[in-house]
Each structure stands twice: as structure tokens, then as C-alpha cells.
């Protein structure tokens, strides 16, 4: 038999000490399937072995140590790569894991929190479940008050129509004494036509305040002037016809 075959310093062991750092860092389940590859690895590497013992190396053929230590290498680097692959997948999936818990964790929060204000609501809905049905009551009894008092209007309203319906029937009615509309009378300027005068080929009237006589108060008035509101609208020998408000007035020039 040969002495054990030693590994090269850049190689990594795999044995129960790199299953159990695995073991310790992913937890049971990623330990459960180190422990595995660990195993499959050293059974490829027993074979490996046996297969190399069987073989006799002649004297000029290279030892059997460094032959198992190539096969062994041969053989455990495809296995650390598919560890590798395997490892980032994990570590894929536990990131996965690990939003969804926190999204879970939120979803769960808001539940609550509905659920809380859900809870909230119902308690100030029963609480104003009383008052909501003494309200009811109170209005009804309203309703039912204001009925009765407009009917008992109405019932006076049409009582007294009644009686003004016989009061007016047994009134006797006055005769309508028919009398002609007096003409009413026409309204006096509140101003003194003092004489005519004609300037330019026009002729023009002369008007003073009444009670005034100087001849500074007096002022001379063309047909279309105006005087306290009244218009001149013709002058027809010895008259001055005035307007006023719809009135038409006929004065005597002295």
C-alpha cells in the first residue's frame, strides 16, 4: 500500500470541515447537500485510486503518487465548478427569499393596519347607531305634529272663508254713482308775457317773474326757447303759445 496522497496547496480540500463552514453559513438544508457533493467526491476519488493501485508502473514510468494526484484534480475541478454554480443559485434564490419575506411582512402590516381601521369604523358606527335612531324617532314625531297643526289650519282657513262668504252675501251693495270726468285745467306759466319785439325780421316775446317789473328781469324768447320749463312754440299775432308738460297754452301778449 502507499501512503496517503497529498493535495496541491492551491487545491481546496473537501471533507467534513468545508461541509460543516457551509453547513454554518447556509443553513441546514444548503449543509445537507455539501455533505453530499462531499461524499460523491471522495467516493470519485476512491475510485480513482483503486484504478491508479491496479495499475504497475514500470521502472521508467511516472509514480503512482503523482498519477492519483493529476486524476484526483482531474476530478474534483469539474465538481468545485458545479458547487460554484450550484452556490450562486442558492445565494440567488435566498436573495428571492428574502424580498419576498419583506414583502410579505408589509403585505401582513397593511392587513393590520386595515383591518385595525376596518375595526375602528365599525365601533363609531355602533356608537352612532343610537343616536342615528333617536333622530329617526324625533323627526317622526315632528312629521306628525306639523301634520296635524296644518291640518288644523286648513280647517280654520276654511271656516273663515265660510263665514266671509255669508258676510258678503248678506251686505247689500251701494249703488256705483256714475259721475263724467272733469276736464282738468290748464296750467298757468309761472311767468308774465310783457310784450313782442322783432330783431333780425324774427319776432321775439318778452317774459318777466310774476310780481317783477324792471326791465333787467325781463328776457326775450325766440320760438323752441324754453323759460322755468316751458317752451315757446309759436307766437301768433297777439297770443304766445307755450308747452308744458303735454299742455299747450295760449297767453295774451299786452
Known sequence: MSEPTELSPDH??????SSSKHSSKRGAGK???????????VSLVGAVVSGALLVRPAPDEVPVESLVQSKVQQAVVPLEEVLARVESQ?????QRLTDLDQRLEQAEQQVQETASAI?????????LEPRLASLAEELSRLDSELNLRVTAQNEQIHVLSERLEQSRQAAPRPALARQAPRPAAPP??????????????RPYVGVSPNGLSSLRDIRLLGVGDHQDGWELSAIRGSHAVFRHNGYSVDVQIP
Open 12 to 17: 481546496k480540500p473537501i471533507g467534513p470541515a
Open 31 to 41: 449543509g445537507g447537500r455539501k455533505a453530499l457533493y462531499g461524499l460523491l467526491a
Open 90 to 94: 442558492q445565494v440567488a434564490l435566498e
Open 119 to 127: 375595526t375602528a369604523r365599525q365601533a363609531q358606527l355602533e356608537q
Open 188 to 201: 298757468s306759466p309761472p311767468f308774465q308775457v310783457t310784450g313782442v319785439e322783432s330783431r333780425g325780421g
